[in-house]
């Protein structure tokens, strides 16, 4: 029934596997990202109109958002849902805020006299804050880009998202999201388009300098291909949660955890860690449970089919270097003493410690940045911070003191190396 496994130093029994791959590169989607570019390079707006048209289903004169739209935007929420995006506006923001307090411009004397070393903080000039529109709409992902890009002092932030179906533009309560984060302009495109238009510009869209924001496949592949002539957050794969249980886990919260993880997206992965036999058929029976009762049952039936995963571990040990191995982007310790258990899990994009913590409030209201390293690559990324908007270049100041003093070995390296005009732009500042 069970299979025994090892991986590097960790065996486990896998309960359920995952039957699909949740993310694969191919050579049509190389493609089609490609020519999607390359139209968007070469004809600008007329590109974006027509694609508008093609895949979003909207006919527009400008792909701008004016100031009266935005304004109108307001009026078509209702007031608790405005209440709610100015709420997790704050959190977030004073997050972002307390993260700013720890980077810090740096001047210090160097170990040798006459000479002075640093830093400054720097932030990027132009951002790109891309907001998907799939399935409903996405003010929070609105907030968590724009908000940490302008406390990072990035100086023109703009914000793109597609139509949003049935609305004919951007939906409202994304509008007011990116109007109360603060963002410079805003313009109805997405996909591989927007990337595009982002990476290079248009007679509209200004190009930026970095883009940050999850998106499908298409925006993923179009980041990848414009990386170089523009920076990017990551190359994000479908969205993940681990929850790590033992027997004092409650079985409804891990499976409703799961569950809404898996209502994502068909390819979300919900993972269950756990050390305890007893609790799989219990979760297993809650997640059979509760699945009728959710209007995204579809979606999250087949996530969870397709991508589930349940580990069972022989120990808590065990079970931590299996979390730590998969590194998850949501990880939720729902553990005994699991102050203590979080201190031993370092691979991970954003934690949630405690019965009580769900991913929910991190996908919305808690504060930390919910755009999150996948498919393994917080073992050596991390997610979206106010770092992200921020460069480090360094500085040295050298006086005549100090040149004679680290001219003797940097006029050596250079003659190892082969530079004779590096030795020589040393040496001729030594002469009398």
């Known amino acids: 029934m069970f299979q025994h496994v090892s991986k590097g130093a960790v065996a486990m029994e896998i309960i359920k596997h995952a039957e699909k791959k949740t993310y694969e590169r191919d050579a049509n989607l190389t493609k ?56 997790a506006a704050a959190q977030i923001r004073f997050f972002a805020e307390q993260q700013k307090t720890c980077l810090k411009d740096l001047d210090i004397p160097g170990r040798i006299p006459g000479l002075t070393l640093g830093h400054r903080m720097v932030p990027v000039e132009r951002c790109g804050c891309y907001v998907p529109a799939g399935r409903h709409p996405l003010p929070s992902s609105a907030l968590m880009g724009i908000i940490t890009a302008k406390v990072a002092g990035v100086r023109q932030v703009v914000a793109c998202s597609p139509a949003f179906r049935g609305v004919g533009s951007i939906h409202p309560a994304v509008l007011v999201a990116m109007d109360i984060a603060g963002a410079d302009e ?17 007679e509209t869209v200004p190009h930026v300098d970095l883009i940050v924001g999850p998106g499908n496949r298409f925006v993923t592949e179009a980041k990848r291909q414009v990386l170089g002539d523009v920076g ?17 886990a409650n079985p409804r919260f891990v499976a409703i955890d799961l569950l809404a993880q898996a209502e994502h997206d068909p390819n979300a992965k919900p993972m269950l860690v756990t050390t305890d036999r007893q609790l799989i058929e219990p979760i297993q029976k809650e997640l059979q449970a509760l699945l ?8 999250a039936a087949q996530a969870w089919a397709d991508n589930g995963s349940i580990y069972l571990a022989d120990d808590l040990q065990e079970a931590i270097d299996i979390t730590n191995q998969i590194a998850p982007e949501h990880l939720e310790v729902q553990v005994a003493h699991a102050t203590d258990v979080a201190k031993k899990l370092l691979h991970y994009g954003s934690m949630f410690i405690g019965s009580y913590a769900p991913v929910a409030f991190g996908d919305f209201v808690s504060g930390p940045n919910h755009t999150l390293p996948t498919m393994h690559t917080a073992r050596y990324a991390n997610g979206v911070w106010v770092g992200t908007f921020l460069k480090t270049p360094f500085h040295q100041i050298i006086t005549k003191e100090a040149c004679e003093a680290m001219a003797p070995a940097c006029m050596k390296f250079a003659a190892v190396e082969g530079l004779d005009a590096h030795r020589l732009s040393v040496a001729m500042r030594l002469e009398k």
């Open 232 to 248: 990017i957050d990551s190359l994000a794969g479908p969205s993940e949660v681990l929850v790590l249980a033992d027997h004092t």
């Open 186 to 202: 805003i313009f109805c495109i997405g996909g591989a388009q927007a990337i595009a238009a982002l990476a290079y510009g248009t």
């Open 32 to 87: 089609t990202v490609a020519d999607i570019i390359e139209r968007v390079k070469r004809e600008g707006d007329a590109a974006l109109l027509s694609y508008a048209e093609q895949f979003d289903h909207v006919t527009m004169k400008s792909v701008k958002i004016p100031a009266e739209e935005v304004r109108a935007a307001y009026q078509k929420i209702d007031a608790e849902t405005l209440d709610a995006i100015r709420y």
């Open 292 to 299: 009728p009762q959710l209007s995204t049952k579809d979606v």
